[in-house]
């Protein structure tokens, strides 16, 4: 499917893709304090339940008028509930019980690289030169970032069993991405979205039974209900629908690049909500991550 950047709506894309991760890197906020309250799995499964609750009363008529596209769409609507909501959804939950911030950081920015990689061998997307020094630079800032400026942090990085859980959500956003726009439906944005957090949640179910069985239970209390609606609506509703709506303008590949953005607002909310310190290297990760979204943005005629 092509971008759909024109010269008319050449600037809404582009605010689209760096207002998007705002919400995407809320997620980063349930990560650190939410699984202080509810067990990771729960969470995610909980969290998408929710979402599908919320939005199942607004598009419930068009889902029963279209039944017969839902039969047809049932696999590929499953496949990205799967990868979008189930394992980007329980993966990073569970990674951050064993590794690191700075692991998962440097490791879910392989995403977008995923990403293009996908895109180019299976669905013949085209890439320039312009699009892979943005990519170089972005991968850069990250870096920067994350080892704090001191390159010997990542000749000493180590890896945890946590990291292939993080891995793993890696490579699901990258399969979720490339079929969310390469898979046609019939179905408006919203309705669509719907039917994927409720195969989300249908795919975390049995998993959650375990988890409840043989791991951790899940207190039903106000922590339990003020996380679960957090991660519903911000990192949930709006930052999936906006990355959508993204991804509808300026193709999988260029919408990937919102992870690296995704990280530059991680360490904002790092500075505001848990009092960490704003440095020189945050400084010049960020300008290595804005410069490279900025060459990335050229479309590929």
């Known amino acids: 499917m092509k971008p759909l950047v024109t010269k008319k709506n050449n600037f809404y894309p582009y605010l689209l893709l760096f207002i998007q991760p705002i919400f995407m890197a809320s997620n980063i906020i349930v990560a650190r304090g939410g699984v ?47 990868t979008g909501c189930g394992i980007c959804g329980a993966f990073p939950f569970i990674a951050g019980m064993s590794t690191t911030m700075a692991n998962m950081g440097i490791i879910y920015t392989s995403s977008p690289i995923f ?14 030169l312009s699009r892979v020094i943005g990519l170089i630079l972005c991968l850069s800032g990250v870096l920067v970032i994350i080892c704090k400026g001191d390159l010997t942090y990542l000749i000493n990085f180590k890896f945890t069993s946590g990291d292939l859980w993080i891995l793993g959500a890696a490579v699901g956003w990258a399969v979720y991405s490339i079929f969310l726009i390469n898979w046609r439906s019939e179905f408006s944005l919203m309705a669509r979205f719907t039917l994927i957090a409720f195969f989300g949640a249908i795919s975390l179910f049995p998993f959650y039974l375990i988890e409840e069985s043989f791991f951790f239970n899940t207190v039903f209390n106000n922590n339990f209900l003020f996380w679960v609606l957090f991660a ?62 900025y060459l990335a943005r050229k479309i590929v005629k």
């Open 115 to 128: 990403i293009i990689a996908i895109s180019v061998l299976f669905f013949n997307d085209r890439i320039n």
């Open 232 to 293: 519903a609506i911000s990192p949930g509703i709006i930052a999936f629908t906006l990355y959508t709506k993204v991804q509808k303008y300026v193709g999988a590949s260029l919408a990937g690049f919102t992870l690296y953005i995704f990280s530059i607002y991680s360490a904002i909310y790092g500075i505001i909500l848990f009092e960490e310190s704003l440095l020189n290297f945050h400084y010049f990760g960020a300008i290595l991550v804005f410069s490279g979204v």
């Open 36 to 82: 202080e309250y509810v067990p990771p799995v729960s969470l995610a499964f909980w969290r998408w339940l929710t979402v599908f609750f919320i939005l199942m009363p607004f598009f419930f008529n068009e889902i029963i008028e279209k039944k017969r596209q839902f039969k047809s769409e049932f696999f590929k609507l499953f496949i990205l509930g799967l």
